[in-house]
């Protein structure tokens, strides 16, 4: 078995439980074209079936995590083409991956990128990184998922004032109104801390990671009592595991479990 090759994305094991990917166009900032994202497809769901990953973190550059859509490989399209091939929804592709996956994010986080990141279930940040959805400056409005998203962690006068304006956000201010989860020391890696992240994720139990991953994603899609209902019947669900015989004894022996995702 060898590892695919990808043109865009860079992808490596810096523990041997994480994926890490990083985007790879530096000259374009990133800037997401369609094959970059069908390879960010490839492999995310290449570490999704791999046994040995826990967690996945993308990644771009200091400068830029994506500076959004390749506008100019859409300057020219037309309605007619961009609608009968769907145009970008390969992208949420990336929602179907059932491993954790946290995005961290230095520089630019600008429409399809503040997206990407949105579309990950973790984001750290460093004190560099900004967040916005500039597409209004271009003539359109956001396209992968940035009107939706953006609404449900910033709330809606918010996400109208970004979206309305193109104004970003920043690192700090992200933090406050909960796009991310934090944001990582000054001279501390965000990679650095992301992996970490990733991996302290990855030595639980995976069935238990993956549900609550499910669970935590259906409170944007249920309302509460069914949200509370389908979390439940995971919960019941996962006594069927060796994980929560393994987790529950370890902790009654005083020592620490040692699971086995099954
Ligand atoms: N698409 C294609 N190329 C891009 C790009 C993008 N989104 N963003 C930057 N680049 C390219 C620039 O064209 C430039 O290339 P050249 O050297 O060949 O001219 C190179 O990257 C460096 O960019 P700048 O010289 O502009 O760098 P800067 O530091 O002066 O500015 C920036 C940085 C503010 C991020 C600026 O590049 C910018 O505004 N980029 C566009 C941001 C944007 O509008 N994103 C939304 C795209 S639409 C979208 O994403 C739709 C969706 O919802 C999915």
Redesign the pocket.
Known sequence: FSSPSYNNIIVSQPKPSVTLITLNRP???N???SELFHEINAATAAADDDAAVGAIVITGSE??F?????????KDKEFAAAYKSNF?GH?TKLTTIRKPIIAAVSG?A??????LAMMCDIILASPTATF????I??G???????TQRLTKALGKSLSMELILT?RPLSATEAASHGLVSRVVDEGTSVVDEAVKVADKIAQKGAVATQAAKEAVNASFELNLQEGNRFERRLFQALFATKDQKEGMSAFAEKRKPTFTNE
């Open positions: 000259k374009a900032l800037a997401l074209n400068k830029a994506a500076a959004g859509a390749d506008i100019k490989e859409m970008l992208w630019h600008l429409g399809g990128g503040c997206e916005g959805q500039p597409e400056n271009l359109v409005i956001p396209g992968a998922g940035g193109g």
